[in-house]
């Protein structure tokens, strides 16, 4: 939750500062953002097991193939409405081999990327269509970052069921 408030804040500093400088601090701030949930995203998905693709820790919930597919799909649809460009198609489904998942998550990362040059201060008011509604291109922005700490929250818990540690507290020294 720390994250996300620091991510939504460095967002709202990053539009006042873009607006006064010629930067564009907005892409930035969530490229790099961007950077470490792909490190996170694409760490938890090498690390699941290919048989555990299909593990889901409730009847109910979606297995760990179906969110790394999810997580690239709304990456595409996103950084899509970010950039005014269409997205990638997806190749391989939720049910699909471990390493087209993969593959698919760093291209949608990698999308994003070039998405993020197109996003300054002077466009975040701008309403775009999401979802059968409108909402302001600010929304959509604030939305991706949350989505990011939402897919990898639910990566971490699936790998801690299955006694895997998640990339993220891999990397911490104590």
């Known amino acids: ?9 460095a967002l709202l500093v990053a539009a006042s ?6 930067t564009n601090a907005v892409a930035v701030a969530l490229a790099a953002e961007a950077k470490s949930n792909e490190t996170n995203m694409v760490g938890a998905a090498e690390a699941m097991p290919a048989e555990k693709y299909g593990y889901k820790p409730t009847p109910q919930q ?9 997580a690239a799909l709304a990456n595409n649809l996103l950084c899509g ?14 049910d699909g081999p471990k390493q087209g998942l993969i593959d698919q ?21 701008e309403q775009v269509h999401f979802m059968n509604r409108d909402v ?35 990397r911490r020294t104590r």
């Open 62 to 70: 979606n297995s760990f193939g179906d969110l790394i597919y999810h």
């Open 81 to 94: 409405i970010m950039s005014g460009e269409k997205a990638p198609d997806l190749a391989t489904k939720a």
């Open 136 to 170: 302001s291109l600010a929304w959509v922005v604030v939305h991706t970052s949350l989505d990011w700490g939402d897919h990898y929250s639910q990566a971490a818990m699936m790998l801690r069921l299955n006694g895997i540690t998640p990339p993220s507290a891999q």
């Open 1 to 9: 939750m720390r994250t996300v408030t620091a991510v939504v804040g």
């Open 105 to 125: 998550m760093k291209a949608s990362f990698a999308f994003c990327s070039q998405a993020f040059d197109k996003v300054n201060a002077s466009r975040l008011g």
């Open 17 to 22: 500062a873009s607006a006064q400088t010629s």
